[in-house]
């Protein structure tokens, strides 16, 4: 998809079967495109950079992480997109990476520049459910693996979480 985005998009996630497109950006937009009709078809205005995005099928929402160190939930569905489903508070710096687990609906995993991967079970907005561990320096990505979250930090170290 060619089209103007004020910034580059910085991060992107296809839908499972492959009919849209969501977009993240520095210029503070959430983007859903329509592959067929190679076009925007909605865009969410958020109040801070964003950094990482993930869309789950599953749960039938997309994650977002921002430079205001809160994660967002979407529902891309029918419009309903341009409001916030809920929002998840645990970190203290950026949020550098979102994956949904590929197995359950309301599991998520967040990296952040704070130093911690966070296991987050979405049902519950107040508080997440582990810190998967710290790394010396800020954690850049995360990731599933069978039943493991991966996480890779700028201290130059994977950590290996077996769930």
Sequence with gaps: INAEYGKQWYQRRVREDNSQ?????????????????????????INSALQCVDWSDRAKLVATGSSDKFIR???PRGGSGKIVHSTLVGHDLWVAGVAWSPTSDVELVSASYDNT????????????VAVLGKHEDK???C?????????????????????
């Design 117 to 128: 991967t966070i296991l987050w079970d979405i049902r519950t907005t107040k508080s997440y």
């Design 139 to 141: 954690v850049l990505c």
């Design 73 to 75: 939930l979407f529902d």
């Design 21 to 45: 497109i969501v977009t993240v950006s520095y210029d503070m937009t959430v983007k859903l495109w329509d592959i067929q009709l190679m076009s925007c078809v909605e865009t969410l205005q």
């Design 143 to 163: 990731a599933w693996d069978e039943g493991r979250c991966v996480s890779g930090g700028a201290d130059k170290t994977l950590h290996i979480n077996q769930l």
